[in-house]
Every structure is written in C-alpha cells, then in structure tokens.
C-alpha cells in the first residue's frame, strides 16, 4: 500500500491538507524554537492526535473529526 495525500490528477483533493497543515504551523510551530528533529516530530504526531480527538471544529457542528467520524460509524 503507498500512501498519498491526492489522487492522481486530482489537484483540489491537497487543499484540506493545505489547510491541516497551516493550521498546525499557526498554532504550534511559528513562534517556537525546536532542538531536535526528534522534538519536532513529537510535536507533530501530539499534534495530530489533539487535532482528531480532542480539537472541536464548526464544521462539524461543533464535533471533534473522531466524533463525527462515529457518528457516521453508527448511522450506517
């Protein structure tokens, strides 16, 4: 399996990534000074956990992307 964050052709599908990832620098990155690639990497991968478990967004209605994600999980 290759993972990929676009289908082939598909240029409109990097733009939620485009998103995630200015989102990330906003609030974790621009401002701070990282010692390691190690520590930044930890951040990161803290990040993204936060981001999908615990960060709520207007766009699902005021849900974490977990919680939306199983709403959707039990209405099927």
């Not at 930890?42 to 936060?50: G, S």
């Not at 699902?60 to 199983?70: A, C, D, S, Y």
């Given at each position: 399996?290759?993972?990929?964050?676009s289908r082939v052709a598909k240029c409109i599908?990097?733009?939620?990534?485009e998103g995630f990832w200015g989102i990330l620098k906003r609030?974790?990155?621009?401002?701070k000074r990282f010692n390691s690639r190690e520590e930044l990497v930890a951040m990161i991968e803290e990040y993204i956990y936060y981001y999908n478990n615990e960060r709520y967004q207007r766009r699902f209605g005021?849900?974490?992307?977990i919680e939306k994600h199983n709403s959707y999980v039990l209405a099927a």
């Amino acid at each position: 399996m290759t993972q990929s964050m676009s289908r082939v052709a598909k240029c409109i599908d990097n733009g939620p990534m485009e998103g995630f990832w200015g989102i990330l620098k906003r609030e974790r990155y621009y401002g701070k000074r990282f010692n390691s690639r190690e520590e930044l990497v930890a951040m990161i991968e803290e990040y993204i956990y936060y981001y999908n478990n615990e960060r709520y967004q207007r766009r699902f209605g005021v849900l974490t992307p977990i919680e939306k994600h199983n709403s959707y999980v039990l209405a099927a």
